[in-house]
């Protein structure tokens, strides 16, 4: 199942391991097939999805969470096992590991994580465009945005958003709470990478798809440094079902 080229030694503890795949067009198979690698209590809730674009999305997701998780201990990912707490984070079975998911559009991201915690999220920024500032935005960040360039302020906010939603998910709260409080100074940001830009003091990076479309967000408890984001094709992954 490993990519060739990935060691689960060459992942330090508290470093993160994220990976950006971009699905392929749903086909009642292919969600089939992925259904039965999982847990018949995953496949019950996978099967409630009236869409099957949210069914392949949401059972790759969960393949490829074992993936990373599967790479980063040097175990098959077919051994990896998650559960859920009770607000309906995934964690693996191992207290050593942390792991996160997100799905938007054709994008599923996953980050896993040795001896930390770990959040991601990803966004079509022109979805998140559409949402009340105001409702996730705090006084300081709304300044921020206002003072930036206006090409740039609907990524500004897509950022903010997602930047949030991977902190609340690292939390186990989601964007149920402290969406307002917590508050990051974009202006700061330091960028990293192309597309990628780091918030100094918490340990942040955001970074956008090279067709300036989607963005996404990491969130871990560990030293800040760029985080290499991998493109794998999704065949890969599912390279030894
Ligand atoms: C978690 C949450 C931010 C997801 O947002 P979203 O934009 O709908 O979806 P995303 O694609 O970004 O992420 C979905 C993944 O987040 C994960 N997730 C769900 N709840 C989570 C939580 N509390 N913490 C961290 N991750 C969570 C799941 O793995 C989910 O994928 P899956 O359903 O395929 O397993 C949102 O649903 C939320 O805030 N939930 C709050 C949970 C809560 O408090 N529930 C109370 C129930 S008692």
């Known amino acids: 199942m490993r990519p060739p080229g990935y060691e689960s030694s060459e992942w330090a503890p508290r470093e993160p391991f994220v990976v950006a795949v971009r699905l392929p067009i749903p086909t009642p198979s292919l969600s089939t097939t992925l259904g039965a690698f999982l847990p018949?209590?995953?496949?019950?809730?996978?099967?409630?999805?009236r869409h099957a674009d949210d069914r392949l999305r949401s059972a790759?997701?969960?393949i490829l969470m074992r993936y990373l998780l599967g790479t980063l201990s040097g175990r098959?990912?077919?051994?990896?096992?998650?559960?859920?707490?009770q607000r309906g984070r995934p964690r693996p079975e191992r207290q050593d590991m942390d792991v996160s998911v997100a799905h938007s559009g054709e994008w599923v991201i996953a980050g896993a994580i040795r001896d930390s915690r770990i959040g991601v999220d990803v966004e079509r920024i022109e979805d998140v465009a559409r949402a009340t500032l105001t409702t996730y935005i705090s006084d300081d960040e709304?300044?921020?945005?206002?003072a930036c360039n206006s090409r740039h302020r609907d990524k500004q906010s897509a950022a903010l958003w997602c930047l949030k939603e991977a902190e609340g998910k690292l939390l186990g709260v989601g964007i149920?709470?402290?969406?307002r409080e917590r508050s990051f100074p974009l202006r700061e940001a330091v960028q990293s990478r192309r597309w990628q830009w780091q918030i100094?003091?918490?340990?942040?990076?955001a970074q956008m798809d090279s067709e300036q479309r989607y963005i996404l967000a990491v969130c871990w408890?560990?030293?800040?440094?760029?985080?290499p984001i991998d493109?794998?094709?999704?065949e890969l992954v599912l390279r030894d079902l």
């Open 40 to 49: 018949p209590d995953e496949q019950a809730r996978i099967s409630r999805f």
């Open 60 to 62: 790759f997701g969960h």
């Open 76 to 85: 098959s990912w077919k051994a990896c096992r998650l559960v859920r707490d």
């Open 142 to 146: 709304l300044a921020d945005i206002a």
């Open 176 to 179: 149920t709470e402290g969406l």
């Open 200 to 205: 100094r003091g918490r340990s942040h990076v």
């Open 221 to 227: 408890e560990g030293p800040l440094g760029p985080v």
């Open 231 to 234: 493109l794998v094709p999704w």
